[in-house]
């Protein structure tokens, strides 16, 4: 019997931290890591219910798909690295570069418009899901930093956390 979509997301909450840990322990980048557990939750998020049928141990599976996607991302950043070269400044790199030739009306308006759709479904959130949300999200707090600031425990910063990503899934994977 395996578990649900939602079960597996519960998971993922609940040991945030830990998969971050044991990324970083791995790659010694806690950004990166950050990085990788936050594009595990988007495969998750992506994936068919009946994709977990068979998972019995939902913690393993996640630190085995964290840590395929963290290798597949720092070989990806290595290609990248050897074709382009990191360390040219902003400035001199888009010196000469007309801006009209990137200034394309609709692009601008899709983004501002997605943005606006992604503000106010992070303002139709509770409160305090929109604050677990803003704090690890955002401002890349861990569960344990978020709850001490919020005053609450860990536990409930996962159960908020679960239920703003939640909330959010309409805005983020809307087909329009």
């Known amino acids: 019997m395996g578990i649900s979509q939602q079960k597996m997301i519960n998971v993922l909450v609940i040991h945030h931290d830990e998969l971050v840990n044991y990324i970083n322990a791995r790659f010694g980048n806690r ?18 219910s009946d994709d977990f049928d068979q998972v019995t141990a939902p913690l393993p599976l996640l630190k085995r798909i964290s840590m395929h996607l963290a290798i597949d991302l720092y070989r990806r950043d290595q290609l990248i690295g050897q074709y382009f070269d990191n360390t040219v400044e902003l400035p001199d790199l888009i010196e000469g570069i007309q801006p009209e030739q990137f ?46 600031q919020l005053g609450i425990t860990r536990g409930m910063v996962a159960k908020h956390l679960t239920r703003a990503l939640h909330g959010l899934i309409p805005a983020l994977f809307d087909e329009q």
């Not at 943005?115 to 106010?120: H, N």
């Not at 479904?121 to 861990?142: E, G, M, N, R, W």
């Not at 569960?143 to 001490?148: D, H, K, L, P, S």
């Open 31 to 48: 950004n990166f890591a950050m990085e990788v557990v936050q594009e595990t939750c988007l495969r998750l998020l992506s994936k068919n």
């Open 103 to 148: 200034t394309l009306p609709e692009l601008s308006l899709a983004k501002h418009q997605y943005g606006q759709l992604l503000i106010k479904a992070i303002k139709d959130l509770p409160t305090v899901c929109q604050d677990v949300f803003i704090l690890t999200q955002l401002y890349h707090f861990s569960q344990n930093e978020a709850a001490e």
